[in-house]
């Protein structure tokens, strides 16, 4: 278990924002111009089709790798990183579930209305849990990105933050079989998908990658990381962990091989940051701006469309109210809710810790 005494917070990697920004906005266009007419079922000729945008979570995903193990480091023990967590995600998705349900219930579009035991399942955040899909199209990452949460605070935290890329050479390989569908898909489905839910499945490969780009760059890396890194790149040719838009194995190599240099130079704080302020904007709000923007959004180009506004002006007013609506949710919502459950975990941090997670025994930091 890390020493107690954290270390000193750094600053803000704005690079990362921008990314978060690019990796969101390329999953609004392709939930806008591709997913929307297939859904809803409304003819949208907008001119263009962005149907590779949902690689966008695959850099989402990356830049998480990176992100959560610098929390890790930062962390005293697995209940702050634990505390952390919850805070950061759970306050937004509750109100972003609330209101999009609201919404499409009240809508025009019944194929996006939940029914209750749906909707009470994904209180949780892992509807999958309870044999329910999601609300929200864009809620079903959440259940890989709490997966890893939880695989970062039990496995990682215990193994050694020092060791991990020791871990992930075990990591790697189990969750790259669970990919090639085992026998026991056949007879138990469920024990697979919560199995992959537990490891992170396939997407393993992408935190994996953002784990090691992180240890590089803070100096951290060692001969191993980089084989790591290799490794878990090369998983890449095997092709794209979706099938909605068909790439090649290169493809998708070369796509994942472009976001890990992207995360490497926003991790180094080389990107012209300047030239990149919408996509730091629009990454500072992206959690929000992500959980609100696919159903609200599709009812409310649905209403415009009727009403006779053009596609192209359609797709202008759903992003530019999604945008409004993400940067309402996080200065009323997020960052105050951040601060309030933050507040609860440390009201009780020391009573809960003296009970479950008691100091044995320190072991150093990354790097240390």
Not at 167 to 183: A, D, G, H, Q, Y
Not at 184 to 203: C, D, K
Not at 253 to 280: E, M, N, Q
Not at 305 to 310: D, E, H, R
Request: proline share 6%; hydrophobic share 55%; with cysteine.
């Amino acid at each position: 278990m890390p020493s107690s005494a954290a270390p000193a917070r750094r600053p803000r990697l704005r690079g990362l924002d921008a990314l978060r920004g690019l990796a969101a906005l390329a999953v609004c266009l392709f939930h806008y111009t591709y997913s929307f007419p297939r859904v809803v079922g409304q003819p949208f000729d907008v001119g263009f089709v962005v149907s590779a945008g949902h690689y966008g979570v695959d850099l989402f995903f990356i830049i998480s790798g990176f992100v959560i193990f610098m929390t890790l480091e930062n962390s005293p023990r697995a209940y702050d990183f634990i505390g952390a967590r919850v805070a950061r995600i759970y306050p937004a998705f509750l109100v972003a579930l609330l209101l999009t349900t609201t919404v499409v219930c009240l809508s025009a579009l019944p194929v996006l209305r939940p029914s209750l035991p749906k909707f009470i399942a994904n209180l949780t955040m892992v509807p999958q849990i309870f044999g329910q899909d999601v609300v929200d199209g864009v809620y079903w990452t959440l259940a890989y990105e709490a997966g890893f949460y939880l695989f970062a605070a039990t496995v990682i935290w215990r193994w050694g933050l020092d060791r991990v890329e020791t871990l992930c050479l075990i990591w790697l390989p189990v969750t790259l079989l669970l990919r090639f569908e085992p026998f026991v898909i056949w007879h138990f489905p469920y024990v697979l998908h919560m199995i992959r839910l537990a490891t992170t499945g396939s997407f393993a490969m992408l935190f994996i990658i953002g784990i090691m780009i992180y240890r590089i760059c803070r100096g951290h890396a060692r001969p191993l990381t980089y084989v790591v890194f290799a490794a878990a790149l090369g998983v890449a040719f095997a092709g794209p962990l979706t099938f909605v838009h068909p790439m090649s194995g290169t493809g998708y190599f070369l796509l994942i091989a472009a976001c890990a240099t992207l995360v490497w130079l926003g991790g180094t704080d080389r990107l012209p940051l300047k030239l990149l302020a919408p996509l730091i904007f629009l990454g500072d709000i992206s959690y929000s701006f992500y959980l609100l923007h696919e159903s609200i959004g599709w009812v409310i180009m649905n209403r415009l469309l009727a009403w006779g506004v053009g596609p192209r002006l359609t797709l202008l007013l759903a992003f530019g109210f999604a945008v409004t609506l993400a940067f309402a949710a996080n200065r009323l919502v997020e960052r105050p809710g951040q601060r309030v459950v933050r507040a609860l975990f440390a009201r009780y941090r020391e009573r809960i810790i003296g009970k479950t997670w008691p100091l044995v025994i320190d072991k150093p930091l990354a790097g240390d």
